[in-house]
C-alpha cells in the first residue's frame, strides 16, 4: 500500500466546500470520482481541512492510499485536470512517506481575505466588494494583538467538533494595492468560520463601529461568539498555503 500526496487549488464558488456532504456538490467527492476513474481503483482522499461552502483554495493538500502506487505523474496530472471540472486543477501528486497526514502533519496554515472597494463585476466571486474605505491603520494595531497562543472561541462557528478553541496565530496583518485590501493570517490552526469572523469584526473597526485594539482585546477575552462581529462573506476567503516539516 502507497501513501500518495496530492496537491491543488480550486474555485470554491460552484462547491458546498471541500468535504463530501449529502445532496451537495463537493471538491473531495469530484476528486475521488476522477482518481478513482484514473487510476482504476476506489480512492478516498484526506484532505487537510474543512473549507465552507464558497472558500477557495490556492494551495490543498490531500492524501490518499494505493494498492497500485503511482507510474507516469505527468500523465496521471494531465488526465485528472482533463477530466476535472474548469474550477478545479491537480498541481502536484506523488507518493510521500507511509505516515503522512495531510490534515495531522501540516505545521503552519496561511489564509487571505481579498476585499475591494469598486464596483466591479469580473472579480465578484473571489473578493468581497465594500462600500467604504476602511482605516488600515486601525485594523492592522488590532491584528497585532491576534498573534501568540489564544483563545479564538469569539470567532469560532457555535457546535464544532474541537476539544478546544486555543490556536498559535504566528502572524496576522492587512496590506493595500490600490484599491484593494488584503488580511494574511498564518497559524498553527483554524477554528470553523474563525478567519471570516476575525475579518468581519475587523471591519467594524475600520469603520469605528467598534473603538479600536482595546474593544477587540475585550471581545476575544470574552470568549463569547455575539460579541464579536458578523461573519465576512465566504467569496474573498482564500486557504493559501499549507506548511509540512521537511
Known amino acids: ?39 482504476n481503483e476506489k480512492i478516498e482522499t484526506t484532505g487537510c481541512g474543512r473549507t465552507d461552502a464558497g472558500v ?12 497500485k502506487g503511482l507510474t507516469d505523474t505527468k500523465n496521471i496530472i494531465y488526465k485528472l485536470n482533463s477530466l476535472l471540472s474548469k474550477d478545479i486543477v ?27 472597494t469598486y464596483k466591479d ?40 467538533d474541537v476539544t478546544n478553541n486555543f490556536c498559535k496565530v504566528f502572524e496576522a496583518y ?5 484599491d484593494k485590501f488584503i488580511f494574511t493570517i498564518s497559524a498553527n490552526r483554524f477554528l470553523r468560520n474563525m478567519v471570516r469572523a476575525i475579518v468581519g469584526t475587523m471591519l467594524d473597526i475600520g469603520r469605528n463601529k467598534i473603538n479600536g485594539v482595546q474593544e477587540f482585546e475585550k ?20 486557504l493559501w498555503k499549507n506548511i509540512y516539516p521537511s
Open 1 to 39: 500500500m502507497m501513501r500518495i500526496r496530492i496537491d491543488i487549488s480550486y474555485k470554491g464558488t460552484n462547491y458546498h466546500g471541500w468535504q463530501i456532504q449529502e445532496n451537495a456538490n463537493s471538491v473531495q467527492e469530484e476528486l475521488n470520482r476522477a482518481l478513482s476513474l484514473i487510476l
Open 56 to 67: 477557495h483554495a490556492r494551495q490543498y493538500t490531500a492524501h490518499f492510499d494505493s494498492q
Open 90 to 116: 491537480v498541481r502536484d501528486i506523488y507518493e510521500t512517506y507511509h505516515g503522512f497526514h495531510a490534515r495531522f502533519d501540516a505545521i503552519k496554515r496561511t489564509y487571505k481575505y481579498f476585499i475591494h
Open 121 to 160: 463585476p469580473f472579480i465578484n466571486e473571489v473578493s468581497t466588494f465594500i462600500y467604504y474605505e476602511p482605516d488600515l491603520h486601525a485594523m492592522n494595531e488590532a491584528a497585532k494583538i491576534l498573534t501568540g497562543n489564544r483563545d479564538f472561541t469569539s470567532f469560532c462557528k457555535h457546535h464544532s
Open 174 to 178: 492587512w496590506t493595500r494595492e490600490n
Open 219 to 238: 471581545i476575544i477575552e470574552a470568549r463569547d461568539r455575539t460579541k464579536a462581529g458578523t461573519s465576512a462573506p465566504a467569496c474573498g476567503l482564500f
